[in-house]
């Protein structure tokens, strides 16, 4: 009986630092965070594409994440955005300048997705622009069943921008709420594949109107010692609300295509 527990307890560990250690979806959030002392260096590049004419923006991100101790974690980001597009009034394509930004992230983990009934944590993450003010909030829960994850997040992040109107500074304030479901099937110690469904919202206060839209697509993991890897592919597969009752996808506010690469190193 004694053996039977000792194996038992090596297993629940070993499973529990296994989620700790690796994440194996790019847009859907698990509930594990850092142990106290160890520290990601976590660098995002995502790619967006397609709208009714050319269209591309190149985001990334470079994360220093951090565990603080008692299931707490904090992490810092240095942003930047940059994208080109089809100008119809000049008739060439048009890139913006590079908008950088500072995120601060802080996370806590109620539930453990594999000691507990299901994973539950809360999240917070600030964003701080010359021109902009985010602030995003998730809850996070997962459960790991046999040699599968699976997660779900709820996200709100309403946004502020300031622009010009008229000689005049305005505001444009925008209301963002997510719903991400991801699926995640470990094939061996280093390989997990799965798929991510997103549906996506933006709530536009000066159009008093609601974009949405319905994303879906695979998503590759691969992890070993201290390093981790994932790639998604994540295209749009529905507009559900569409401006002035357009069929088809929702260009107006997203794109055709989103890809993301997101790579770590733990030390």
């Known amino acids: 009986m004694k053996k039977i527990i000792l194996i038992a307890s090596f297993l629940l560990l070993s499973s529990m630092s296994l989620l700790a250690q690796d994440r194996v979806f790019n847009y859907t959030y698990q509930s594990s965070v850092l142990n106290k002392g160890e520290k990601e260096l976590e660098v995002w590049t995502t790619v967006l594409s397609g709208k009714t004419d050319y269209y591309r923006e190149i985001q990334n991100r470079v994360e220093y994440e951090v565990g603080l101790g008692s299931n707490l974690q904090t992490a810092f980001y240095i942003n930047s ?25 802080w996370k806590y983990k109620f539930f453990d997705s594999v000691a507990d009934r299901i994973g539950f ?32 997040n709820f996200t709100f992040e309403p946004e502020w921008e300031t622009t010009t109107a008229n000689g005049k500074v305005t505001t444009a304030t925008a209301l963002k709420y997510d719903i ?9 110690k280093h390989w997990n594949l799965g798929g ?8 536009l206060k000066d159009d008093n109107f609601t974009h949405s839209a319905l994303f879906a697509g695979p998503t590759v993991a691969y992890f070993m010692d201290k390093f981790w890897i994932n790639l998604s592919f994540s295209p749009q597969i529905a ?17 055709k295509m989103d890809v993301r690469l997101l790579f770590s190193y733990s030390f």
């Open 81 to 105: 955005k940059q994208k080109a597009g089809f100008e119809t009034s000049s008739g060439e394509i048009v890139m913006s300048s590079t908008e950088i930004s500072f995120s601060n992230e």
């Open 121 to 152: 944590a809360g999240y917070a993450e600030l964003t701080v622009a010359t021109d902009e003010l985010e602030i995003e909030l998730k809850a996070i829960l997962d459960k790991r069943i046999g040699r599968t994850i699976h997660a779900l």
């Open 180 to 188: 991400n479901y991801g699926l995640s099937y470990n094939i061996n």
């Open 196 to 203: 991510e469904i997103i549906n996506r919202n933006v709530y």
């Open 239 to 255: 507009g559900l609300n569409n401006p002035e009752g357009k069929s088809g996808l929702n260009v107006d506010e997203f794109t």
